[in-house]
């Protein structure tokens, strides 16, 4: 199993990512994914999570409004858009699949 992150960088706030998370070394189609994040001194949290087919979403409250998790089962990866990023944002990145593996992560800043 592998999963490689992209998308991550610096960027100032109210500005915009796009995270890309893909998959090898399993049936993707068949697995709900997630993006978690993790901050310097803080718990790794749920970021976001989406069902197999797309068809169900969910969101920490503190993204809700801004992000927007989707995927493409034909690519093998998962996405996240991250619209009006605000400081509290920056973390390291990582999706994970509903059985526990996780990707390296990618790192996303936000600061002006």
């Known amino acids: 199993v592998q999963l490689v992150e992209s998308g991550g960088g610096l960027v100032q706030p109210g500005g915009s990512l796009r995270l890309s998370c893909t998959a090898s070394g399993f049936t993707f189609s068949s697995r709900a994914m997630s993006w978690y994040r993790q901050a310097p001194g803080k718990e790794r949290e749920l970021v976001a999570s989406i069902s197999s087919i797309g068809d169900s979403t969910n969101y920490a409250d503190s993204v809700k409004g801004r992000f927007t998790i989707s995927r493409d089962n034909a690519k093998n990866t998962v996405y996240l858009r991250m619209n009006n990023l605000e400081p509290e944002d920056t973390a390291m990145y990582y999706c994970?699949?509903?059985?526990?593996?996780w990707g390296q992560g990618t790192q996303v800043t936000v600061s002006s």
């Open positions: 994970r699949t509903s059985f526990g593996a």
